[in-house]
Every structure is written in structure tokens, then in C-alpha cells.
């Protein structure tokens, strides 16, 4: 599968850690490239494109997971879920078929943040009854230009 994944300095160390674990996924690197200060709208934007071009999944990460959880929700087609639990990170795929996961580097420790991900690569959407909960919202947001 390709995951796109990307991250402000806030959680740039859990990026690298995370990225060392996906084998066996195709994964594409929007940056941040170094732990110097940056503006996480910036990667999560980027991370939103590449994620609605290639028809994919995404997982992006700040130091709270919060700011770029808002970002992501902005765009149309893009249902981001900020996760803390591996338990959050199954009801986000089953419940709400998420393509988008948020992890805060300052909330999460790296192990955590690798079981969230392995849990909510491998699980997969419900469908029925959530298919038509999410089509009540699906056409909310703004488009990506
Ligand atoms: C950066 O200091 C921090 O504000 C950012 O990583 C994130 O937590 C924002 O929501």
C-alpha cells in the first residue's frame, strides 16, 4: 500500500522512528526534512494532496496531533482522525473508514504511535449503516483547488 506521511518538528524523531517500521508499504515523505521549527499547516496540506491524488492513506503527525487534525478535515474527501489509543485508531477505520491519521510526537511515545499505525493499517471499514453516516457529511469542506 503507498502511505503518504509527514510531520512538523514537533514529532519529526517519531516520523523517522515510524517510517523504520512500515515495511513492506510504499511510503512517500512530504517532510518535515530536519528538526528545525516549521509551520505544520504547511505538511499537513501537503500531506492532504498527495493523499486525495494518489487515492491513498496518510498518516500525519505534530506535537499534539491537533493542529494538523484540523487542517486535514478542511478538504473535502478527507476524514482525519486524531487517535491516542489503539483502540481509537480500529473505531476510526471501522466506524468512520478514516484515510487520514493524526498522532501527536509529545503525546504518543514511539511505541505507542507503531502499534496505532499497525492497528489502523490492518483494520479494515465496516460499511452498512456507517456508509450512510458518513455520506451525510461527505460533501462538507472545502474543495482542494
Ligand atoms: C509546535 O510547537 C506545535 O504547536 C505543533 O507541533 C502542534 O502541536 C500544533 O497543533
Known amino acids: 500500500m503507498v502511505v503518504i506521511i509527514g ?4 514529532a519529526f524523531e517519531a516520523k523517522e522512528s515510524l517510517k523504520e517500521s512500515l515495511n513492506g508499504h510504499e511510503i512517500i515523505d512530504v517532510g518535515t526534512d530536519s528538526a528545525d521549527s516549521c509551520h505544520y499547516p504547511e505538511y499537513a496540506v501537503a500531506l492532504v494532496r498527495e493523499v486525495i491524488k494518489r487515492d491513498t492513506i496518510g498518516i500525519i503527525l505534530c506535537g499534539s496531533g491537533i493542529g494538523v487534525s484540523m487542517v486535514a478535515n478542511r478538504y473535502a474527501g478527507i476524514r482525519a482522525a486524531l487517535v491516542r489509543t489503539t483502540e481509537e ?3 476510526s477505520r471501522e466506524h468512520n473508514n478514516s484515510n487520514v ?7 504518543s511515545s514511539e511505541d ?8 489502523w493499517i490492518n483494520t479494515p471499514f465496516e460499511g452498512g449503516r456507517h456508509s450512510i453516516r458518513l455520506s451525510m457529511f461527505e460533501n462538507l469542506g472545502e474543495k482542494m483547488d
Open 7 to 10: 510531520s512538523d518538528h514537533g
Open 101 to 107: 491519521l493524526c498522532l501527536g510526537g509529545r503525546i
Open 89 to 91: 485508531a480500529r473505531l
Open 112 to 119: 505507542e504511535i507503531k502499534e496505532i499505525v499497525k492497528t
